[in-house]
């Protein structure tokens, strides 16, 4: 019985494509930028991301005991949850919009290196992951009368919140163009972006307990090697996610 | 479907045996464990089915990577078979783990880092199969089938580290995790033998099955051609 060997075909692109530093960073620039700018005009994104981000802290109010002795420790992980559940908001969204109008293929026609697509969505997925951490952050501080104004926390919430949209943009790339889209996003990413969660929860409760710095370098560390990780193979590995 | 090769029906049966003779070990060669009595027996199997699992997870990462070097679709079929048996494998991890833990911690589970990156991990199998689910196109479903094992390759790895900076009380049987851990074990040379042997039992079921589903993957891929050719007329 002859045996068949079952082969994939895919189209190479007919685009040559230019690979100087200088255009592979306008290319960046310019996808970040669009989104920033569009976000600008309509809020769309952000206004959903954010009132999102308060309403489910107002629901850990009353899920979880959050009187003054238990405050303190469990509001990273307060913090950490609902900065997860609003990014996946935001990833799908972003994401969405791009295969929904179009821009997508556009981008693809476009005589830039795909990774500069990937980095540009990652960039203005990071930007608006940043604003909202960064007005969740005063809001929770009013709410529970904790000062979160904490350089180390801060900090850790910068590190962690690279390495989930790293990954985040990666998958919400490949989520998008499945048939339950919406709803595969964090059924493929919270699995996968665990160790941040440990890392940063642990960290940020560290530093909001007034440990030494010296004491959380391993979750310090931890963050950085998943962060460089995953920023390099979401980035080589994104042409196989966009390709026709 | 092509009918089994005589290697693969030789397989079966080798298995069987092996299997029977595993079982024959385990509970009249194998000495009676000083702390914890007969329930301690279940870890010959227990163990041998979390190292085969791991294989499993391991080749579907490098089937993975292989698919996107050729783009041949032979690796994505590899890649969803051991996903599959892999995901399998774990859950018989899991339980049997969870039927030893009752009598000797006096709980079902604990978040301890082997038994919570087992978790993470079927979890991941099953986003696998899910997103594999919902794309119909076979290329762009190896694809992602693809990168996906590849990013959660990486991840567990890191997951298990992350969480081992934790305490656990899971016995540690090669060496100690960490200071924390309680209970080593030492093997008597009748509990290697019977070990090494559920070991060597279970590898070959999971070659055994992974050919099985493998001839599977490729009957179904020729009937998705058929279909997507009638469809075209």
Known sequence: MKSEKLHATHDSSLVTRRSSPGSFLRAVSAIAWKDLAAELRSRELLSSMLVFALLVILIFNFALELDVKTRSTVTAGVLWVTFAFAGTLGLNRSMAVEKDRGCLDGLLLAPVDRSAIYFGKAISNLAFMFIVEAIVLPVYSVLYNTNLFNLGLIGVILLGSVGYVAVGTLLASMAVQTRTRDVLLPILLFPVVIPIMIAAVKASSGFLQGLETTELMTWINLLIVYDVIFVAVAFMVFDYVVEE | ?233
């Open chain 2, 1 to 233: 479907m092509e009918p089994q090769p005589l290697a693969l029906k030789v397989l079966n049966i080798f298995s069987a045996v092996l299997l029977a003779l595993a079982t024959w070990l385990v509970f009249f060669y194998a000495p009676m464990e000083l702390v914890m009595g007969q329930v301690q027996r279940i870890f010959y199997f227990h163990v041998a089915n979390a190292w085969v699992g791991m294989l499993g997870f391991m080749v579907a990462a490098v089937a993975g990577i292989a698919y996107l070097r050729t783009h041949d679709l032979m690796w994505d079929i590899i890649e969803q078979a051991a996903v599959e048996i892999s995901l399998v494998f774990f859950i018989t991890t899991i339980v049997t783990g969870s039927i030893w833990a009752y009598p000797a911690w006096g709980t079902w589970w604990t978040w301890d880092p082997r038994l919570t990156t087992a978790a993470i991990l079927e979890m991941i199998y099953i986003a696998y199969l899910m997103l594999r689910q919902g794309i119909e196109d076979p290329d762009r479903r190896a694809r992602f089938g693809a990168v996906y094992t590849l990013i959660g390759g990486l991840s567990v790895p890191i997951t298990f580290l992350s969480i081992r900076l934790f305490r656990t009380i899971h016995p540690a049987l090669i060496g100690t995790a960490s200071a924390a851990s309680q209970g080593g074990f030492d093997m008597t040379p009748r509990m290697l033998h019977t070990f090494l042997f559920g070991l060597l039992t279970f590898s070959v079921i999971f070659v055994t099955l992974l050919w099985h589903r493998i001839r599977l993957g490729r009957l179904a891929g020729k009937v998705e051609q058929m279909k997507l050719e009638v469809m075209q007329w």
